[in-house]
Structures are given as structure tokens and as C-alpha cells.
């Protein structure tokens, strides 16, 4: 018998009692009647004090359950002659492009700029060590782009976007922990990140794929209104039945080959702001109303939207024990991020705090290029503001609202350090103005999150693309150019790690070989 149960549990008795116990008890049967048992979804209910771990759970008694094949994930095929696609940038969505074109018999040939994990952590630490950015291996770019540093949030549920059940079994075949099936808020950590992202790569080699690092795609190949192939490091030709630009939001540069080729961009509306820090004991006594069970519960999260005059302002991006990181990827800007490990174990929780920025708020008909100016004056003027290599401006949030120069700032887990910057004098109004009537509104409604102790740092602007390279609705293929398929977030048709990878999955889906 298969049976399917809901359990409301306290988070002592969830933590301290074997779950097959709580199952037989709950089932009325000897412990040993039940066979196996997979938790389907688990969530903390933290409504009201009385905090609930609420799990839905399938039982098998008396049988043996058959393992369903299709639970297993990627099962690797060899390039069956089917032709060859190009994939500029191997973040989520160019991993997964990759897994796809595999699983069809078409052999991907994977171009990124950055270096293999192992050497990325190397180039981040010596970025930490001398105060300056490396502008081609950093937190967004190398293997597994912006990807494998992040935080590892997998909150996207939307089944419209396509088979997250695959994407989420195929991490967990490569590494992950299989609690990310069923969690509410599935989330890797960025110490389990580069395992997973190098198993992935021990896949697709080994099925025949080629993957070419510290190698930047300089130019595309277009003759008739196709796309043949694309230009490595400003010499070297690699031509292909087609090519995947999965280059992410980051890469301004790709951008400016698009642009001077000629080749449509439009621009789009995303959302800046800053980054909050605050001390995680605080979040965890809000969240959980200073629960007697805090011990046995998770760090707390937290997700807060305002509508300040029909515009979104909002908490993105939360880390529970994480730390804030310089996420920048050109010299003289600041950009920060936040990714905690997969224990959260950091005394800080950080969160990007943005207001949704509009094309006409920077100009009646803003074009693409507006919109990445915008972006990148922000970014320049956070690095004004610190004027020392990764350090951040930062500012107490009380004394933002209070028009007031921070005389002193509290400990922050950004380890390049902040310099105190008057954000209510140099942020754009727009962003300042709807910051300070949100925070207002939460002082009000949550006294304890605006304490003295809450520092903003800057600059957020990155959560996002800001433009979007069209392509065709149907065929998935640049609307000017056969053969070039834009794709995850860099193309304006992902947000985050999940949409980013499910897009990749679409797209070379889509590929269509003559
Ligand atoms: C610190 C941090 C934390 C984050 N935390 C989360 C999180 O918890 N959850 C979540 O969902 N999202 C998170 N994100 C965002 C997430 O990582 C991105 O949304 C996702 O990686 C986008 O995937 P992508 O494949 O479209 O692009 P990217 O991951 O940006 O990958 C693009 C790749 O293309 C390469 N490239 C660019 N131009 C070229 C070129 N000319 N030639 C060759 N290669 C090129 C880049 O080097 C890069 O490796 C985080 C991001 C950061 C930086």
C-alpha cells in the first residue's frame, strides 16, 4: 500500500524523533510494516508563535516500491553526428543547453570566457587579497557563471518555464542533496556549488561535448542573415550548425558586439537598490516570534513587498547566515551580491532591498543603451563613493532616513570593507524616495527591523538584464538572425539560477539542425 500523509509536526519532535517512528505511530502499524518513505514537501509554518514543520509524505507498507525510471535524471548519450551548436557561456543556462543538446545526439561546443572552478576560487581569492577586480573569472564569471558562487536559492516553482522536477534531479545526481526536492525553499549553498558544477562538466565531456575555457567570444560569424559561428579571443574562427548565446546579464561586452553588428536589442525594466545586512539573531527572533524551538529550526528568512505609489519595492534575493560579496565584474564599480554556505551558519543575513526601475523612468523612449548607461553609472558612482578598490559604500539605514552621515557603521560580513557614504545624497531620487517611504512604512510595521544596527550597502543592480535580445516567440531564434538562439538571463528571459537552466533546456529544445 502507497499512501500519501500530511504531518504537522513541532520542530523539536521533527528534529529529534526518527520520521519512520512519527510515521508508524501516525498509521497506527508496526514501525517495520513500513518498507520506504519520501517526504514530497516540506515547509515551516511561522505564522503565529507556535512555530509547525508541515511535511507531506508518501508511505509505502508492506511492499516493496518500484523506482520509478523517470526519476532518474540525466543519463548521458553520445553525440550521435547530429551536428554541432556552439554555447557562448557556461552559467546555468549553458549547462543545461548543453545536458539537453546531448540528451537530442547534438554535440555542444561550450566557449567561456572565465576559468574552471578550481582556478575561479583561486582568482577570487587573489581578488580579495589585492583590492582589485579580475575582470574575465570573478563571482559571475567562469564555469558555471554567475551560478556557482551564488547563494544556490532554487525558490522558482513556476512549472510554466518547464520540467523543474528534471533540473532539480539532475543537480541532486550531481552532488546536491536530495532535501532540494522537496524543500519550499530549496537551497545548495555556494561551498557545495563547484562540485556539482564540475560534475556536470565530468558529464558532458564524457559524452563527447568540448568545453574551452579563458576563451571570450570576441564576434559572431553572420553572413545572409545567418549565423555560421563566432570569432575566440579576436583571431580564431569556430564554426557551427548554430550558436547559443547564454552569456548572462553581466557581460556588457556582448551586448556592444550585438550593437555595432547591428543586431536588435530592447530595452527593459528591471529593479536596483541596495543590499541590507542585518544580524541573523534579530531576523530568527522576528521570523520566529522568539519561539522556544529556535534552536531547532533553520535560520530565518524573510521576503517584504511594499507598493509605494503603484511602484514594487522589495526584498530580493534573502540570504538567512550568509555573507555579502563584490560581485562586480569591470574595474572602478562596485556590485554587490549575497550567498551564504549550505549550513548558513554566518551571524549576518543580507538581502537585496530594490525598486523596480521602469524604461520610461529613464527616458521617454529609452533605448537599450539607456538602460545599460543607467546601470553602469549607478555602478561607477558606488565606486566613487568608496573610492578604494572592492571596498562598498554603506550607510546605517536609520540615518538614511534621517538625512544623516553615518559616523560610525556596524561589523558587516563584506570582508573588503566600507566606507560611510551619504546614499540620501547621491542615490538617483527615484531610488532614494521610494527606499525611504518603504522602510518608513516597514519602521511601522516592524519596529525591529529598522534598528540602529541595519547598514545598506550598495551598490544592488545587477538582479536582473536590462535589455532583452528578441527572438522569435516559435523557433526561439534571433528575430533578425537564422541559426542564433538568445538565451537565459542575459537575453532578458531568466531571473536566477532556476529560469536561467530551464530556459537553456527550451532553447536547445528548440535548435533546429538543417
Ligand atoms: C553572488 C550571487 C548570488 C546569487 N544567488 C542566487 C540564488 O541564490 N538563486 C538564484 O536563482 N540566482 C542567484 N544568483 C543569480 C544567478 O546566478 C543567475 O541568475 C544565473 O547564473 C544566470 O544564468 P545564465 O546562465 O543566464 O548566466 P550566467 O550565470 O551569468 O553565465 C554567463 C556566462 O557567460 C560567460 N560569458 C559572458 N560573455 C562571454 C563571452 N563573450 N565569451 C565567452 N563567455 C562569456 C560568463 O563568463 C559567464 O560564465 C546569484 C548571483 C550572484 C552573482
Redesign the pocket.
Known amino acids: 500500500m502507497i499512501t500519501i500523509i500530511q504531518l504537522v509536526l513541532n520542530p523539536k519532535e521533527y528534529k529529534e524523533v526518527p520520521l519512520q517512528k512519527i510515521l508508524a505511530r501516525y498509521l497506527k502499524i508496526d514501525e517495520k510494516r513500513i518498507t520506504s518513505f519520501r517526504i514530497i514537501r516540506k515547509s515551516i509554518d511561522a505564522r503565529k508563535p507556535e512555530i509547525k514543520i508541515v511535511l507531506r509524505i508518501e508511505v509505502t507498507v508492506d511492499e516493496i516500491k518500484n523506482t520509478n525510471i523517470s526519476n532518474v535524471a540525466f543519463q548521458p548519450k553520445l553525440p550521435l553526428k547530429n551536428g554541432n551548436v556552439i554555447i557562448?557561456?557556461?552559467?546555468?543556462?549553458?549547462?543545461?543547453a548543453s545536458l539537453q543538446l546531448l540528451a537530442r545526439g547534438i554535440k555542444p561546443i561550450i566557449?567561456?570566457?572565465?576559468n574552471d572552478v578550481h582556478q575561479r576560487k583561486r582568482d577570487i581569492a587573489l581578488m580579495y587579497r589585492t583590492n582589485t577586480v579580475n575582470e574575465?573569472?570573478n563571482?559571475?564569471?567562469?564555469?558555471?557563471?554567475?551560478?556557482?558562487?551564488?547563494?544556490?536559492?532554487?525558490?522558482?516553482r513556476s512549472v510554466k518555464r518547464g520540467n523543474i522536477e528534471w533540473f532539480l534531479q539532475t543537480l541532486v545526481q550531481a552532488g546536491a542533496s536530495d532535501t532540494i526536492l522537496y524543500e519550499s525553499h530549496p537551497?545548495?549553498g555556494?561551498d557545495k556549488l563547484p562540485i556539482i558544477i564540475e560534475n556536470i562538466r565530468k558529464w558532458i565531456l564524457n559524452a563527447g561535448g568540448e568545453i574551452y575555457f579563458s576563451?571570450?567570444?570576441?564576434d559572431l560569424i553572420i553572413e545572409n542573415d545567418e549565423c555560421k559561428g563566432?570569432t575566440?579571443n579576436t583571431k580564431d574562427k569556430i564554426y557551427a550548425d548554430a550558436v547559443i548565446l547564454?552569456?548572462?546579464?553581466?557581460?556588457r561586452?556582448?551586448y556592444d558586439?550585438l550593437f555595432h553588428k547591428g543586431l536588435s536589442l530592447q530595452p527593459k525594466g528591471f529593479a536596483v537598490g541596495v543590499r541590507l545586512e542585518h544580524k541573523q539573531d534579530l531576523i530568527n527572533l522576528m521570523q520566529y516570534h522568539g519561539s522556544s524551538y529556535i534552536k531547532y529550526l533553520p535560520p530565518a528568512e524573510y521576503a517584504i513587498v511594499e507598493q509605494i505609489n503603484g511602484r514594487g519595492v522589495y526584498s530580493f534575493?534573502m540570504?538567512p547566515g550568509g555573507s555579502i560579496?563584490p560581485?562586480m565584474?569591470e574595474k572602478e564599480t562596485i556590485v554587490v551580491?549575497?550567498?551564504?554556505s549550505s549550513k548558513r551558519n554566518s551571524p549576518f543575513a543580507n538581502s537585496g532591498f530594490v525598486v523596480e526601475i521602469r524604461t520610461e523612468d529613464i527616458a521617454q523612449q529609452a533605448t537599450a543603451t539607456d538602460m545599460l548607461s543607467f546601470q553602469h553609472e549607478l555602478e561607477k558612482n558606488a565606486f566613487k563613493q568608496a573610492n578604494d578598490g572592492l571596498k562598498a559604500p554603506a550607510q546605517r539605514v536609520i540615518d538614511f532616513l534621517h538625512n544623516k552621515v553615518s559616523t560610525s557603521l556596524p561589523k558587516t560580513s563584506y570582508i573588503p570593507g566600507v566606507v560611510s557614504s551619504p546614499f540620501h545624497e547621491w542615490l538617483p531620487l527615484l531610488l532614494r524616495e521610494k527606499l525611504t517611504m518603504a522602510f518608513q512604512r516597514i519602521q511601522k510595521r516592524m519596529p525591529l527591523f529598522i534598528n540602529d544596527d541595519v547598514l545598506m550597502i550598495g551598490i544592488e543592480s545587477?538582479t536582473?538584464s536590462p535589455v532583452r535580445i528578441p527572438r522569435n516567440e516559435n523557433t526561439f531564434e534571433h528575430v533578425q538572425i537564422k541559426h542564433l538562439y538568445p538565451?537565459?538571463?542575459?537575453?532578458g528571459y531568466?531571473?536566477?539560477?532556476?529560469?536561467?537552466?530551464l530556459?537553456?533546456i527550451n532553447v536547445a529544445n528548440a535548435v533546429y539542425i538543417e
Do not use: W
Open positions: 557562448v557561456g557556461m552559467g546555468p543556462a549553458g549547462l543545461f566557449i567561456e570566457q572565465g574575465i573569472s563571482y559571475c564569471f567562469g564555469e558555471g557563471g554567475a551560478g556557482t558562487f551564488s547563494d544556490g536559492k532554487l525558490y522558482s537551497h545548495i555556494s576563451c571570450q567570444m570576441t563566432i575566440v547564454a552569456s548572462g546579464h553581466s557581460s561586452y556582448v558586439v534575493c540570504c560579496v560581485a565584474t551580491n549575497g550567498m551564504s545587477r536582473s538565451c537565459g538571463e542575459g537575453a531568466a531571473g536566477g539560477i532556476t529560469s536561467s537552466a530556459d537553456g
